[in-house]
């Protein structure tokens, strides 16, 4: 084994050794985060139980509320390296936002938790090899909130939270092991109709019927998915369906998002949505509205081949794991 392997092999071991160590509060970290699932801009308790993670380490700088009101940043060093400049800022996020009802079931306690955990590891490996290193690492967590609705990463690469920032890791929890996972483009949607109330007994041809004007949308996109690219996704809920069972639903909503593996081809899948959307009033006699939202960010991500299988390698020695085939990005 060559010097720079047994190097590389020893700073392993120590980033392991570290993470070990703060197993129990790590653990806890990512337990009281669970037990108390925030919504998205609302993660106060999240937010407040980071902060006193971090403040609680040697050596951390921690800004709360950074840049949003429940998004944080604790950074550490840099040290070593021959030249005054030669820093790499190296980041890692921690999600700590819910879903309604279920929680955590997409498991961000967990990631915040590997987000602290590679940190601490980090650090440990820096602050003890400072003279052998080229450049002077710096350490940087940032707490970004709102990944389940609203967009909180957009909202602070358009604040300048990511600025500065060199690389930056997260992982996701999965059923299987992989060292990248495919972004898709998303559009979100509510579709509104509106009608015309009356008894349901009485005088129903008076009404003009805005749940069947929802019931024929949603059944208009489910046959619409038989002629949809197998990477394509759709799904939704009708939010409001009416009053009474006695009374004609004067107004329906619904809220659908719509997924392609690329904004090229997200709008070739909205304009056939919009088509059921629309189709469903003409049929019904109510009038539609659609309401596009989200917060986008067109951005060009760079993805290297040899850069995840190096990636993959190095993870290989510390662990059995079996990655997933990455060959189609």
């Known amino acids: ?154 909202d602070m690469l358009r604040e300048g939270a990511f600025e500065g920032l060199d690389v930056v890791f997260m992982a996701h929890p999965s059923k299987e092991d992989a060292a990248y996972l495919p972004c898709v483009a998303e559009q979100d949607v509510t579709i509104k109709y509106n009608g015309n109330a009356s008894h349901a007994s009485a005088y129903p041809w008076e009404g003009i019927n805005a749940l069947d004007a929802a019931v024929l949308c949603y059944n208009n996109l489910s046959v619409l998915r038989q002629q949809m690219k197998p990477d394509w996704r759709v799904h939704g809920i009708i939010k409001h369906g009416g009053v009474k069972p006695n009374i004609i639903p004067a107004y329906t909503e619904l809220e659908y998002y719509l997924r392609t593996p690329s904004r090229s081809e997200l709008p070739v899948l909205k304009a056939k949505a919009e088509m059921c959307f629309r189709s469903a009033a003409v049929a019904t006699g109510c009038e539609v509205g659609m309401h596009m939202y989200g917060k986008h960010l067109s951005v060009v991500m760079l993805f290297f081949v040899t850069t995840n299988r190096d990636y993959q390698g190095q993870t290989s020695t510390l662990h059995t794991l079996n990655y997933i085939s990455c060959s189609s990005v």
């Open 1 to 154: 084994m060559s010097v720079g392997a047994e190097l590389l092999a020893e700073l392993k071991h120590r980033a392991v050794c570290c993470i070990d160590e703060a197993k129990a509060k790590l653990h806890s970290l990512s337990k009281d985060i669970w037990s108390c699932p925030e919504l998205a801009y609302d993660e106060r308790k999240s937010h407040d139980t980071l902060v006193a993670f971090f403040r609680q380490e040697d050596g951390w700088k921690v800004d709360s509320h950074f840049k949003l009101d429940t998004a944080f940043r604790a950074s550490w060093g840099a040290a070593g390296g021959s030249e005054p400049g030669d820093v790499v800022n190296v980041g890692f996020l921690c999600e700590y936002d819910a879903l309604p009802t279920i929680g955590h079931a997409c498991g961000h306690n967990l990631i915040a938790e590997v987000g602290a955990a590679a940190a601490l590891g980090l650090k440990a490996v820096v602050e003890n090899s400072s003279s052998s290193l080229p450049v002077r690492p710096q350490v940087t967590v940032l707490g970004t909130p709102a990944e389940e609705d609203g967009g909180g990463k957009v």
